[in-house]
């Protein structure tokens, strides 16, 4: 398996413009936003959604500027929704990063999660592409409605269904990676075939990556992951490795606390983190994982084999095998 | 002057169809939100911007359909970012009505702002023209730079500069009204003088409005005005009305007070809202807001002199005119 780095190398000179564009139309205009969108990209990162929708785009003889608009497009959209959920659920840090929210006031950092969608749907018209844009907007709209239904049927003790899980982390993380390689096959004028298989691959891939998040949320400490061990349960939210765990133990105690939002000391979640560490739930989860990954790599068939489909073939590897 | 229910009576119809196509699109997909759209849609005002987007489309053979979708993107626009303020502001009221930041969580407030921004960049995708998304686009960065720009400034006791308040009255309301007509001359090919012309309308009865806007903030009482009498003071914003009284009484002790963010007792406020009133400066601010509206007016004569001209004529008169 190749290394990830190499994998990213092939659009290395690529993501520079992207990264440029992102930060040249905001410092332009506002020149405090523009040191936020350098904090906020300092925070690293992979960057695997606009580097996805380059190589998406690169499939075809793709206009390079409107491409990279794209990528900034779809990185940015990507920020400005985490800008506004550390401030929803009170997160101090990304990354291992401190959060804007606490530097900044709400009210800046509500607007400052705005301006950068307002950006976002500017660099996504830059394409040219209104069915782009209507991608972009309908995106937009799947992750803010998966985070509200979250949002209203959290804390109220119920383990979700299979398909209430799959809705959540399709608006959460498949919608976008799934965005971006629709739009950059959209934007190289691919064929309906062709753009349904980078379709598909973003969606499987994103899929994948979320659940391999879920999985990461309860592996590793505080200090390789850059916030608290089990965080989404802290909050009562069970996320796959939870869901198989309470298949096994449906009356566990201190899980049915977590999720009904009662409180759950430091010492009962640590033990609950051990016994779900030990239960073969996380290698449950991850053999999911990794039967998503090769739909997302299956996927790929249809398209030429050139260096970035292997590109992509090996990304899709990453997303299961990566460690904290 | 022909009664501002007439004049809006010209599109009555149209209009109808606009709020079917602010409620349809949301309920469809969430239903929580729909009954959030339908409570900030009944609260009512005169809708003006999605009316003057109608008008301004219909000196052409623009297609209705997009016309409907444009004028429903700008008010659903218009809709977001007052959640969003509300939000900011903590208001509790608007137009009379509990905001929503009173019955929803933050987060689901925040959540519920940016899902009428997708929503209303969808709208404006439905247009098919990109030029109106970019627009869009645009104006949601100059809003929410306006905004920014204010909650960084404001409190450190300073009164704006002249340029300052335009900046921030084109930001806060000027920039929609204009984007609104100019996008509706843009739905209906107009040639790019007539373009200019609506937007110099849209932006010049924008600021007017505005400046209108200031005025009524310092009269009538709490229970005609919806909110507090004097909000804006009262969060240590200088709007024209004090900017002119300042000039003629630069050290006034509560005004200083205020813009610093001081502390300053509901008898003080009280106090010198009466000076201001006596003052003559209301007056003075609406002889300006009268000369904006004359340009606005003046604008127009490079139209066809039809019914949706003096109409449009009317309502710029109505935006000097109105009373609490």
């Known amino acids: 398996m190749a290394n990830i780095n190499q994998l990213l190398g092939l659009v290395a000179a690529d993501m520079r413009h992207v990264e440029e564009k992102m930060r040249a139309g905001v410092a332009a205009r506002y020149a405090d936003l523009a040191a936020v969108v350098d904090y906020l990209m300092g925070a690293g990162g992979k960057r695997l959604r606009p580097v996805l929708t380059l190589m998406a785009a690169s499939f075809y003889p793709a206009d390079k500027t409107k491409a990279y608009a794209l990528a900034a497009s779809v990185e940015l959209l990507h920020t400005a929704t985490l800008v506004h959920d550390d401030l929803i659920d009170n997160a101090l840090l990304r990354r291992g990063m401190p959060t804007l929210n606490v530097s900044w006031s709400a009210g800046a950092t509500i607007l400052a999660g705005d301006y950068l969608f307002a950006r976002s749907a500017e660099l996504a018209a830059e394409t040219q592409n209104i069915r782009i844009v209507t991608i972009f907007a309908q995106t937009l709209m799947a992750i803010v409605g998966g985070e509200l239904q979250q949002l209203f049927s959290d804390g109220h003790g119920n383990i979700p269904t299979r398909q209430e899980y799959e809705q959540r982390i399709y608006a ?153």
């Open 172 to 324: 959460k993380t498949a919608s976008l990676f799934a965005a971006g390689t629709q739009c950059g096959a959209i934007l190289g004028g691919a064929s309906p075939k062709e753009e349904q298989a980078l379709y598909d691959y973003g969606y499987h891939l994103g899929m994948a990556f979320q659940i391999v998040d879920d999985i990461l949320d309860f592996q590793g400490d505080e200090e390789t992951l850059g916030k608290p061990v089990a965080s989404d349960l802290r909050q009562g939210i069970a996320t796959l490795p939870v869901m198989l765990f309470v298949q096994k133990f449906p009356q566990h105690p201190i899980i049915r606390r977590a999720v009904s939002r009662e409180s759950v000391s430091d010492k009962d979640m640590e033990s609950v983190v051990k016994e779900i560490r030990a239960s073969g739930c996380l290698e449950i989860a991850m053999t999911e994982a990794r039967q998503l990954v090769q739909r997302a790599q299956t996927a790929l068939a249809v398209l030429p084999d050139n260096q970035y489909r292997q590109a992509m073939h090996g990304i899709a590897d990453y997303a299961v095998s990566r460690q904290l």
